[in-house]
């Protein structure tokens, strides 16, 4: 009797992997196992990326985890330096929608509307 192939248990998709190595010009041939470790290394590094955020949220006693943990967390791990870049980007675009949103707040503490009525 043949043996079956089994089906790896990853949270990222090999096929997806695949195809993204593929797209660059330099990559050859890829064995089969290759998008299966990559992503089981994507996988632990987004379980420690995001096991140190909830470490530090919890030090500030916060209840909910923000971009800022985040960034404290890539900034203070040497591990994750390669991700500063990101950070830079991420926080002038956050910064830049939570302004917007905190004016359109302001419109609508100063006109005096009374939004608790849909809460009751």
């Known amino acids: 009797m043949p043996a079956r192939k089994r089906k790896p248990n990853?949270?990222?998709s090999?096929?997806?992997i695949k195809k993204?190595?593929?797209?660059?010009a330099e990559v050859?041939?890829?064995?089969?196992?290759?998008?299966?470790?990559?992503?089981?290394a994507l996988e632990?590094?987004?379980r420690g990326l995001l096991v140190e955020t909830c470490l530090?949220?919890?030090?500030?006693l916060s209840s909910i985890?923000?971009?800022?943990h985040m960034k404290q967390c890539i900034e203070s791990e040497k591990r994750f330096h390669f991700l500063n870049e990101l950070t830079e980007t991420a926080t002038t675009i956050t910064a830049h929608r939570d302004a917007r949103t905190l004016s359109m707040w302001s419109l609508y503490r100063s006109t005096g509307m009374d939004l608790s009525?849909?809460?009751r």
């Open 44 to 46: 632990l590094l987004v």
């Open 10 to 12: 990853v949270r990222f």
């Open 28 to 40: 050859g041939r890829i064995a089969a196992v290759v998008p299966v470790l990559i992503s089981r």
């Open 56 to 60: 530090i949220a919890q030090a500030q």
């Open 117 to 119: 009525y849909r809460y």
């Open 20 to 24: 993204m190595m593929q797209k660059d």
């Open 65 to 68: 985890v923000l971009l800022a």
């Open 14 to 16: 090999p096929g997806r």
